[in-house]
């Protein structure tokens, strides 16, 4: 599972566009570079008087000089951003001049700043109708009317304007791209550029666009440009880093996430991706460094500074205390709150009837959470269920197809706005929503936060706390999260039998000759096919004791293609003390190509602090055995809760000296009795899809039982 967030916007405040990456939000909140320029030229046009007063309105022109020299102050203060000190002046002086234009403006303009959104429209709709040739007031108007939700009325707006002026066709773009009409959208980019071809803030808005839409050489492209064309902007280059990072370029993101800080120092979302990328390439010595810098930035922002909406999901590849996840886990999920209105969902009462069951997720596709779940849709029993599957992103792929073809209602929302989508789901009369993407890569967790379903639930996305009030359950079971590890959880537990992973049927492709992967014949494997960023320091160590403890053996990774991260391993090794040669790297491939090549390993090895989830799965399905360490979070127990559910508990580690030990003995007594087990597959087991479903729909049926007597939500164990 990966990772989500919302694009930065170029001018002067978090955008309004949604755009999709690999795992959270980004908002933009505090002006800056070109954003400072902008506000600055806002008040230099609209500080002049745009033509004569509104017919009747003589109160600018017989203020007294001290009520000009209290406006020339309290302007003053509103540059220098003291909001504080400006706006009761602004007030003041508008109560005696109610129809003041330039009054309305400097008092609409500051509420927009500081996200009062829905008082400032009014105010600068009037300072509009006073002032109409006024351009930068204009843009602000958009930009709050699209702030407030009235993209029709902007793009009504924007339509009376002049054709010839490329800020016009770059507002009405946006406002047009807010009511879902894509290709008039592209079009007004178009023209604004052949106005304006190194205007920056079009660049970077069409790239916006494009990257939203998964068109990330069109967005690599037009970042490029932004930066080439405009001042120094770190929001440029960190939405820069982002698209390249997608693409799959994670070298040349770095340096973008770097030049971000380099503008910016105290820059923490750039930082906080800087990290993350240390983490993905396995660079230790850069990750420590960004990790010590991190917490310094952390420690202010959980005492209330910075942006509210910071992403939590990179904070569980990081080697950082799990209450710098919960602190921004929840300031994040009350800023969605805050946004939210009132719940959607009515309050309905069920007569015996299905229950409708939703599912929300952007990996309905070729993905770890998507191989794992496309079994479930056709397992569930459709006279007791009405199944829904919402799906966030468009795939062309048989994952997808799949899922289509195995719900009774396949719901493709992949263009629509959250709100949207949520209005749709209650619409829908949806009892519980399962969430598949918590706070990861193309999530909408607003949706949540708008309460489409009376009961709601995370399931196998996002295997942490969400520490929101719309999410009312997590779906877990007794070894993953055991109920002396849930006292951290705003949610509660709904513990299934068994695993609460699932596998989904899929035939393996012929395995491979050992020659044919790059592997020594004769010799014992161990196997690691975790994401790289999963490989820390601490079991890296452990795996090289092991490999010197076991003359010729060999260890096979998963480097996701990624020079960066064999180069930075095979340095490791060596500075262990071991013959990098004993490390054989494997890259990305289909599915079913991958299930065949896992048969030439022996045993997989899980990493500590992030256990494999559907890499484990994979190995298991292909009979591999894995070996697994218990930690001490829900991340850290997944290769419990699976090795539990195939029948190898010998294969659970209490420490990671004992896990090194029982590698060594392995190697050398050999794993065919726990590849045979693997092999026998029984009605009921680990990778039994309609039972799993069963077991699932029992929880479920037992959870709206539960709710429909009115009881608020509390952690279950359903027995099988």
Excluded at 77 to 105: I, K
Excluded at 110 to 123: D, K
Excluded at 251 to 269: D, F
Excluded at 644 to 662: D, V
Aim: aromatic share 8%; hydrophobic share 45%.
């Amino acid at each position: 599972p990966g990772d989500h967030r919302d694009l930065h916007s170029f001018p002067t405040r978090r955008s309004t566009e949604r755009v999709l990456f690999p795992s959270f939000f980004y908002h933009h909140t505090e002006p800056t570079g070109v954003a400072r320029r902008r506000i600055s030229i806002a008040f230099d046009v609209l500080a002049q008087d745009d033509g004569p007063p509104p017919a009747g309105d003589r109160s600018a022109a017989t203020r007294s000089r001290a009520d000009e020299q209290r406006l020339s102050a309290a302007v003053a203060a509103h540059r220098s951003r003291d909001h504080a000190a400006a706006e009761p002046v602004y007030r003041q002086l508008l109560e005696r001049a109610p129809r003041d234009a330039r009054l309305q403006y400097f008092l609409g303009l500051l509420l927009h700043q500081t996200g009062r959104h829905g008082e400032a429209a009014p105010l600068l709709r009037r300072a509009f109708e006073a002032q109409p040739r006024a351009a930068a007031g204009f843009g602000v108007l958009i930009e709050c009317l699209l702030e407030t939700g009235a993209a029709a009325e902007a793009v009504g707006l924007c339509a009376q304007r002049t054709p010839a002026d490329a800020m016009v066709h770059t507002l009405a773009a946006r406002a047009l791209v807010a009511v879902g009409d894509r290709p008039a959208a592209e079009e007004h980019f178009s023209r604004a550029l052949a106005l304006e071809p190194r205007r920056a803030e079009t660049h970077h808005h069409l790239a916006v666009f494009l990257h939203r839409q998964g068109r990330l050489d069109g967005a690599v492209d037009h970042y490029r440009a932004a930066a080439q064309h405009g001042p120094r902007e770190a929001t440029v280059h960190l939405n820069l880093a982002m698209a390249l990072q997608e693409r799959g370029d994670i070298g040349p993101a770095r340096e973008h996430y770097r030049a971000a800080r380099v503008i910016e120092p105290a820059h923490l979302e750039a930082l906080y991706r800087l990290a993350y990328v240390d983490a993905q390439l396995c660079d230790w010595p850069a990750l420590e460094l960004a990790t010590g810098a991190l917490l310094d930035g952390l420690r202010a922002y959980c005492a209330g500074q910075g942006p509210a909406r910071l992403p939590p999901f990179v904070l569980n590849v990081l080697p950082v205390d799990e209450h710098w996840h919960d602190c921004v886990a929840r300031r994040y999920a009350a800023a969605l709150q805050a946004q939210a209105g009132p719940p959607l969902h009515g309050v309905r009462a069920r007569d015996g009837g299905r229950l409708r069951v939703g599912y929300l997720s952007a990996d309905f596709g070729s993905h770890a959470v998507g191989g794992l779940v496309f079994g479930v849709f056709a397992a569930h029993e459709r006279k007791d269920f009405e199944i829904h599957a919402y799906s966030l992103r468009r795939r062309e792929d048989p994952v997808q197809s799949a899922v289509r073809d195995g719900c009774e209602h396949f719901h493709d929302v992949a263009d629509w706005a959250p709100g949207d989508i949520a209005r749709h789901i209650a619409a829908d009369g949806i009892d519980l929503l399962i969430d598949l993407g918590g706070y990861t890569h193309g999530a909408r967790p607003e949706i949540l936060a708008a309460r489409p379903a009376p009961v709601q639930l995370s399931w196998l996305g996002y295997l942490n706390t969400m520490a929101a009030g719309f999410v009312d359950y997590v779906i877990a079971d007794r070894f993953a999260l055991p109920p002396e590890q849930e006292g951290r959880y705003r949610e509660a537990v709904l513990r299934l039998p068994g695993s609460f992973l699932v596998s989904s049927p899929i035939e393996a492709a012929p395995a491979p000759t050992r020659a044919e992967l790059g592997l020594p014949d004769g010799e014992f494997v161990f196997c690691s096919f975790n994401d790289p960023g999963k490989i820390d320091q601490a079991v890296f160590a452990s795996w090289m004791r092991i490999l010197a403890r076991c003359p010729g053996a060999v260890l096979w990774l998963y480097s996701a293609g990624r020079r960066e991260v064999e180069k930075n391993l095979r340095a490791a090794a060596r500075q262990a003390g071991a013959d990098p040669a004993r490390i054989v790297f494997a890259g990305p491939v289909p599915l079913a190509d991958h299930l065949g090549r896992l048969r030439a390993a022996d045993v997989f090895l899980d990493a500590f602090r992030y256990n494999g989830g559907a890499s484990a799965m994979c190995a298991l399905m292909a009979g591999v055995p894995v070996l697994t360490c218990t930690g001490e979070r829900w991340l850290a127990r997944l290769g419990t809760s699976l090795n539990c559910a195939a029948g190898l508990e010998a294969l659970i580690c209490a420490t990671p000296a004992a896990y090194e030990a029982r590698a060594i003995e392995l190697a050398g007594s050999g794993v065919a009795d726990y590849q045979a087990r693997l092999q026998r597959r029984t009605p009921g087991d680990l990778f039994d899809t309609t039972a799993f479903v069963r077991r699932l729909e029992r929880a479920l049926q037992a959870l709206w039982r539960h709710h429909a007597a009115g009881r608020s939500p509390r952690s279950m164990d359903v027995d099988d």
